[in-house]
């Protein structure tokens, strides 16, 4: 089992940047490839990145070149920086744990990030 907790949503003007956490527990993080995705109102959950255990990363060509997923496997954390964001950025976003070994996902609870146009 892992238990995922996202933090640093919150509100910002189109151009502005954040950075959400999700810190995990429960499991030996640094098997896992982590992820974040985002769930728009009346859209279905889509990709946003993700990072595996090793290191290498993948981004939804829709947030290339301004969001940079990373980890901390010593503090068991797992980030996304979102600069340059835009309206349509905005979206509850979800933290992944995926082991491939076991075919298992987690999910977080989910945050939310309004970019104001």
């Known amino acids: 089992q892992v238990q995922l907790v996202e933090s640093g949503g919150g509100l910002v003007h189109s151009g502005g940047s954040l950075r959400l956490s999700c810190a995990a527990s429960?499991?030996?993080?640094?098997?896992?490839?982590m992820g974040w995705y985002r769930q728009a109102p009346g859209n279905q959950r889509e990709f946003v990145a993700t990072i595996t255990s090793g290191g290498s990363t993948n981004y939804a060509d829709s947030v290339k070149g301004r969001f940079t997923i990373s980890r901390d496997n010593a503090k068991n954390t797992v980030y996304l920086q979102m600069n340059s964001l835009k309206h349509e950025d905005t979206a509850v976003y979800y933290c992944?744990?995926?082991?491939?070994?076991?075919?298992?996902?987690?999910w977080g609870q989910g945050t939310q990030v309004t970019v104001s146009s």
């Open positions: 429960g499991s030996i993080f640094s098997f896992y490839t």
């Open positions: 992944n744990a995926f082991q491939a070994m076991t075919n298992r996902a987690y």
